[in-house]
């Protein structure tokens, strides 16, 4: 048998004899045709990605570890994007917090602003702020943990309201929990303090710096109370656990049955996350809430680890880490997969959480450190900021900046369920 003619070929007519001109004319129209065919086949699928404000989720195909065929938006490299970054703008941001505003408090280089995160074979949706509010209609998104998820809250908080008319935006305070609302949408984004997830004597939400910590690790009710009905829960603990030994309280507060007992870190830790663990598997309905687990950030407070001095911090970097994988000693890698066995089991129960790795494209930025140039309680002293490796901040991160980028890992993981 001779060879199956190409498809193409079945739209050619059976030639009658005509002039040369009907041929010709006929030629011409079938390879405008064929150009269009194959056109369509090769730019018809679409590719998953951002885009501006237009309106529309992302683009996100199934399938992969990230919603992405094959594709780890964890692994990437940042590259410079001076012209659809920031996001947003500093000063733009009615809601922007000082401890965050690097520019508001001296600082000068911008460059930590535009930098974009492009992960290796595929490309992060851009977070489109009206597509997020739409997807939030009548919802409630809560942001449950540290100072790292508040940062990463004012972060989504600064990438909506820009969309949201000043009379119909604004915050509430209630003890803990800070809440966003956006009337139009009747949605509320919130950040709720619990450092260490279950309840502890760190749990005021400003006299919270004690150094003898103690935590009930058995007892989450007083916090979870508070996030009960949640559309989303955005979880995260990890930087008030980085001590050696941390102390364990059977019974209550201040009761005289309390039974007080010093666990080595990651066994304290562990009991914390299966508490946690238990009261979503029996509180939480994994048809109507969406779960999520920020994986640890990264601190960068040893200049030896990226080649300069030892005495260096983050204090005056302008730059990136090229290096491929930098790992810094700021992160423990047992604790995050102390995290992973546990999301692991809540799977198999029904229960799932999706662990959004942001360690590694964060441990590149050294430059994205608030530094000192920003107000915590009270403004830094003309002492205080002449000593900058006494008083640098290279826990929390600039806005705009890096939780821009995991709040885009968030929206990307929202779209593509």
């Known amino acids: ?99 965050l505003a690097c520019g508001k408090f001296g600082r000068r280089d911008t460059a930590y602003q535009n930098w974009r995160w492009q992960p290796h074979g595929c490309d992060l949706p851009r977070f489109n702020a009206t597509a997020m509010l739409e997807k939030l209609r009548n919802k409630r998104v809560v942001f449950v943990g540290d100072s790292l998820n508040r940062n990463q809250w004012v972060s989504m908080v600064c990438l909506l309201e820009s969309k949201i008319q000043p009379s119909q935006k604004y915050m509430q305070t209630n003890g803990s929990l800070i809440a966003f609302h956006a009337k139009e949408y009747n949605a509320s984004v919130e950040f709720y303090w619990s450092p260490l997830l279950v309840e502890s004597n760190s749990d005021d939400p400003v006299n919270h710096r004690l150094p003898d910590r103690i935590v009930r ?134 229960v799932t959480v999706r662990m959004i790795n942001v360690t590694q494209l964060s441990e590149y930025r050294k430059d994205g450190h608030p530094s000192i140039y920003r107000k915590q309680w009270e403004p830094l002293s003309e002492a205080q900021i002449a000593d900058p490796k006494s008083y640098a901040d290279c826990i929390h991160w600039c806005l705009p900046g890096v939780p821009d980028v995991w709040n885009e890992l968030l929206y990307a993981y929202m779209f593509s369920r």
């Open 1 to 99: 048998m001779g060879k199956r003619p190409h498809h193409l070929l079945l739209l050619l007519p059976t030639l009658r004899p005509c002039s040369l001109r009907t041929q010709f004319i006929t030629f011409v129209a079938l390879l405008v045709v064929f150009v269009v065919v194959i056109a369509a086949s090769l730019f018809g699928e679409g590719v998953p990605g951002g885009g501006g404000d237009s309106g529309g989720g992302p683009k996100v195909a199934e399938g992969g570890s990230d919603g992405d065929r094959g594709c780890d938006w964890s692994s990437g490299r940042w590259v410079r994007d001076n012209s659809t970054y920031p996001l947003y703008a500093e000063g733009g941001c009615a809601f922007m917090s000082d401890q």
């Open 217 to 350: 690790a058995r007892s989450i009710e007083k916090h979870a109370r508070h996030w009960t009905g949640a559309d989303v829960l955005v979880f995260n603990s990890y930087l008030w656990w980085k001590r050696p030994k941390m102390k364990v309280l059977w019974g209550s507060f201040g009761g005289e049955d309390g039974v007080y007992k010093e666990v080595e870190m990651l066994r304290s830790y562990k009991m914390a996350l299966e508490t946690w663990s238990n009261w979503l598997e029996f509180q939480v309905d994994p048809l109507k809430t969406n779960l999520f687990f920020m994986s640890m950030s990264p601190t960068h407070f040893w200049g030896d680890e990226w080649g300069a001095r030892s005495d260096q911090n983050c204090y005056n970097e302008t730059e990136p880490i090229k290096k491929e994988a930098y790992w810094g000693r700021g992160s423990n890698a047992t604790m995050m997969g102390a995290v992973e066995e546990v999301i692991g089991r809540l799977e198999g129960k029904g």
